[in-house]
């Protein structure tokens, strides 16, 4: 074992020394991501625990990344990037009588500006970097159900949007981005998305449209805290260097 960790240390330090390109002056990433629902947007449909949560699991996301190189080095880099992200949760239950379906989507478009630090722009291929981004956030959703009973005269259904809510918050991750050629390569990552720090709001729903109540609510004595929305997003794609 530990024979083996001596030789992936030495592969990784080989990487960092080999033959160095020119610092780009900006970088684009084309990127997808498996998304992990946490806090308040993750909950299970038959969880009573869970009845103030988004009731997410998981979800996807695709998007692109700019970047700017600042100063000699070039460590200091400016960013924007825009991102889709989906979340989804499904559930089907057959009973005596009655076969029952729902299904709820929420949909997050993400316009991100911030500044990143790249520790080794100029010194090989492997270069991690660290990041934080200010985001305006734009939500969207479905929730779709209905119950489908042995006496066709007792189905009911529904079909409802979400009103569309705008919220602010921070993005804060870290990853590596591989040099392969000139002018492509790799990256890889982690963000921690805190999708609605500004903006909560508690508003009733209609007939035909539900809202996004992360807001506190309290009425007499029945209260509902404010809810957080924050993920997870583990991030893949390629990287078009520009400016050498």
Known sequence: MYKKSIIFIAIILG??????YSQAKATVHLNGGYNVAIGDLKGDFDNLADSNTYLMHNGYS??????????????????????????????HVEEELVTKDAELTMNILTIGFGGEWAFAPKRGKLN????????????????VWSDDYVADSLDQSADLSMKPSLRFGVQIGGGIDFQIHQSIGFITGVKYSWTNILG?????DSPSEYKLKDGE????NYHLPARNITFLQIYGGFSYYFGR
């Open 217 to 220: 609510y309290t009425e007499g």
């Open 128 to 143: 991690p970097f660290v990041g934080a981004e200010l985001c305006f956030n734009y939500f969207t959703g479905s929730l």
């Open 200 to 204: 909560k709001k508690w508003e009733r």
């Open 15 to 20: 990487l960092m020394q080999v033959q160095a």
């Open 62 to 91: 695709f998007g692109f990344i700019i970047k700017k190189a600042y100063g000699r080095g070039g460590n200091l880099r400016g960013t924007g990037n825009i991102n889709f992200s989906v979340f989804s949760q499904s559930k």
